[in-house]
């Protein structure tokens, strides 16, 4: 299983390394686990959606918990 860290996750979805450690913290990268103090998740991780956004919105009155199934 390739990994990568939360420097990886930051350049590829083009936010801040302690915004994916909060979401991390908070539970909101259901794939991310913490190696030796750092958190990390497969490669193939998609990046969680905004709940600040009319995506994350329309996606909470379908019933689909965030980052499953959208882009």
Known sequence: MD????????????ISVR???????????PTAFKLGG??????DTPKPID????AA???SSCGQKEGVGHA
Request: with cysteine; aromatic share 6%.
């Open 38 to 43: 750092i958190w990390v998740m497969p490669k």
């Open 51 to 54: 709940g600040r956004t009319k």
């Open 19 to 29: 915004r994916i450690q909060v979401l991390c913290d908070n539970g909101k990268v």
């Open 3 to 14: 990994l990568m860290t939360t420097r990886d996750a930051a350049e590829q979805w083009g």
């Open 57 to 59: 919105k329309q996606c």
